[in-house]
């Protein structure tokens, strides 16, 4: 058979989501869901939601919810996109502003969909390894800079660490790099809101500047595919009105994501029930001999006890019905990520891993 793929595409190896379960034993600590259901208003709304709706197309610049987002970042429409997922958008920053060839930066580790994404539109990727302590490196931009770097990805809070980096390095970094800065914040909804890290107010101070945000993690929203990009009108109308797909956002996902976005108090209350499920895992792990990396995500990455593999400990949780994520990468290998769950499910994991070490 003739290979008919572009010869890029020939060798890639896709993306590899993390393993998916129907087995209702089995407890999910391994892909960052949020373990708490969507706000119960959604429920609700769904109830009254008309299915004549459904005959027309949606608005295709998903407007109502635009409308909302402005309103909860206290920006204009103009400068939000909707996309299905926050990696819609990752997609539609290299489709619309980065030509076959040319470079793509980010940290070495980062999402591990960056290279997969980049190598798809043919472009080298420059990760620029963090510190020991997971910090950027202080010549991060320069180095970026002269590898000509067209687009830059960094995730904040980090993944895989669940390191934040603070706002006033972000925006030194944006104004040193001679390229773009996307800005992934996908896990933001759980940074401890006394740290009052707001970034989006950069958005109006720099032109080069696009904030990722997704409902699939505070929100409780991961089925829904529902994200949104903020930037200067100059970086979102190009994706807005030339690349994206024509109606990329089901008419029910902008139901749905204007209701949840409108349940403020169930948000924050969520938010805050996963920072006090964190704070607690993090003692038991500490308890258990493991080093822990300061998170503000709804994930920790923990160092097994030296006399164990990670590797292992993975395989050992995973045949007790446990799944975590483990990553066979420089760096990662002697870790584990572990999504925060219910109260329940950390406390299982806590009982399995206390008989297993
Ligand atoms: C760092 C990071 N960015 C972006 C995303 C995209 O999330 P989604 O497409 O569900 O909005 C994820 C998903 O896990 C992520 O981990």
């Given amino acids: 058979m003739l290979n008919w793929e572009r010869t890029n595409i020939a060798v890639l190896t896709g993306y590899k989501s993390g393993e998916q379960s129907v087995n209702p034993k089995i407890i999910k600590l ?18 009254e939601f008309s299915l004549h709706t459904l005959r027309k197309y949606p608005s295709p610049t998903a407007d109502a919810f635009r409308g909302k987002v402005a309103e909860l970042h206290n920006i204009r429409p103009q400068n939000i996109i909707a996309t299905r997922g926050g990696d819609e958008l990752l997609r539609l920053m290299i489709t619309t502003f980065v030509n076959p060839g ?7 580790p980062t999402y591990s969909l960056y290279p ?67 800005l992934d914040e996908a ?32 929100y409780s929203l991961a089925g829904l595919r529902l994200g949104y990009g903020i930037g200067a009108p100059e970086l979102i109308d190009p994706m807005l009105n030339k690349t994206k797909d024509s109606y990329n956002i089901d008419a029910l996902s902008q139901y749905i994501g ?9 948000f924050d209350g969520n938010c805050q029930l996963v920072r006090r499920e964190r704070s607690k895992l993090v003692l ?51 870790k584990l990520r572990v999504t925060v769950g219910t109260p329940e499910e950390n406390q299982e994991l806590v009982n399995v891993l206390t008989n297993l070490l």
């Fill in 30 to 47: 391994n892909t960052n869901e949020n373990p708490y259901p969507p706000s119960p208003i959604i429920s609700n709304a769904l109830k």
């Fill in 102 to 108: 040319e470079v793509i930066g980010t940290t070495l």
């Fill in 116 to 182: 997969v994404l980049a190598a798809i539109q043919d472009c080298p990727l420059k990760a620029i390894p963090l510190s020991n302590d997971w910090e950027l490196p202080s010549n991060f931009a320069t180095q970026l800079n002269n590898a000509s770097t067209k687009l830059t990805f960094l995730v904040n809070p980090h993944a895989p660490s669940g390191v934040l980096f603070n706002r006033d390095k972000i925006a030194q970094l944006a104004q040193d790099l001679d390229g773009i800065l996307l």
């Fill in 187 to 218: 896990y933001v909804d759980f940074v401890d809101p006394r740290l009052q890290y707001d970034s989006v107010p950069l958005i109006n101070e720099l032109d080069n500047v696009v904030i990722l945000r997704t409902l699939s993690k505070g």
């Fill in 258 to 266: 204007c209701k949840a976005i409108e349940d403020n108090v169930y």
């Fill in 284 to 334: 038991e792990f500490k308890k258990l001999g493991f080093q822990v990396v300061p998170s503000e995500t709804n994930f920790i990455l923990v160092t097994v006890p030296s006399n164990h593999k990670a590797e292992a400990v993975y395989l050992d949780l995973k045949q007790r019905n446990i799944l975590v994520r483990f990553f066979d990468q420089q760096g990662l290998s002697d």
